[in-house]
């Protein structure tokens, strides 16, 4: 059945991706974007489809969340400002835009009667905590602005669930890669990062000695959180949140050593670049690993790509992609 979606951030990474994914199960797909971080390029070969509508608004912007969620049956908010020491060097915008931005598609979702809200937080919830696995019951004290901006969310959520009955999830992303993810810019993810210094033949510069690790989660199993989420009939799995993420955890080292192997396919040169080390990062935890019982067990999640998996085709479309911008 045709549903009329709205994604808020739609022209982001993660954006642009679950565009795509929804405009090919036909649903109707609207664009909400002020572009501060997403690209109109990520979205450009959609604007030809009948079943796509962009908006350029700004979540902070009352007025602009309301227009946009008129006629909705569900909303993927995926609008933020992410990276942690973004947060660190400027509290203040990304304040506005990951809390008074959220506040402000909760209430006009609340008053278009959307039907169900999914929402990206964040595995940087789990802050201090030292457990490993990430459990979702189970979080400390967070450690950097970005953090505190996506607990918010959580909290603003719940109670929005509970007090205007407005459905909720939240999806706790782990490290998110895959295509589209932007190289460019002081505050680019690892993985892009990396792959673009290595095809330069620069070395990459790892933050501390390379043994911190992360739960590096493709894409693909990001868009089957939201599709699970935007359509689960199970009243259990409702109104809560969930780790997003493969279930595994991979080393600063070991992934530069994967980059360096899947890269040197297309160039040989590449295997020996050296890899740079510095300081590590204010805000940063040292390990990350997500237990995924919960979203298997309630939303029937089951990741399709490994991390080694999704790098490999994630170092192809880069390949592909970069290969002429050099």
């Known amino acids: 059945m045709k549903q009329s979606i709205l994604i808020t951030g739609g022209g982001g990474f993660i954006g642009s991706n679950l565009c795509e994914y929804f405009l090919d199960k036909g649903h109707r797909v609207t664009c909400l974007d002020n572009f501060a971080t997403g690209h109109l390029y990520n979205i450009t070969p959609f604007l030809d489809n009948p079943n796509f509508t962009l908006l350029h608004g700004d979540i902070r912007n009352e007025e602009d969340c309301h227009k946009a969620a ?21 509290p203040i915008t990304t304040n506005a835009v990951n809390i008074s931005g959220f506040l402000n598609m909760l209430v006009a979702s609340r008053d278009a009667g959307v039907k169900r809200f999914v929402y990206a ?39 929005f669930s509970k007090t205007y009955g407005l459905e909720t999830i939240g999806l706790r992303y782990f490290n998110v890669f895959g295509r589209r993810q932007d190289p460019n810019g002081a505050y680019a993810a690892v993985i892009p990062l990396f792959v673009k210094k290595l095809m330069n033949h620069e070395s990459p510069v790892i933050n501390g000695d390379g043994t911190n690790s992360r739960d590096f989660t493709y894409i693909d199993n990001v868009i089957q959180m939201n599709e699970l989420a935007l359509f689960t009939e199970n009243p259990l799995a409702i109104n809560t949140v969930y780790n997003t993420a493969f279930g595994n955890r991979t080393s600063l080292n070991d992934l530069m050593e994967a980059l360096k192997k899947y890269l040197s396919l297309f160039d040989h040169e590449i295997a020996a670049v050296k890899t740079t080390y510095g300081p590590t990062r204010a805000g940063d935890i040292p390990h990350s690993l997500a237990s995924i019982e919960k979203a298997k067990n309630l939303l029937g999640y089951t990741p399709q790509y490994s991390m080694q998996q999704g790098l490999k085709k994630a170092v192809d479309w880069y390949w592909e992609n970069l290969k002429n911008k050099k």
């Open 70 to 90: 008129q006629g909705m049956d569900y909303v993927l908010h995926q609008a933020a400002l992410g990276s942690v020491p973004r947060s660190i060097n400027d």
């Open 121 to 159: 937080a964040s595995s940087s919830t789990y802050g201090d905590s030292e457990n490993l696995p990430k459990v979702e019951d189970v979080i400390g004290k967070p450690l950097s602005p970005y953090a505190i901006t996506k607990y918010v969310n959580e909290l603003y959520a719940e109670i």
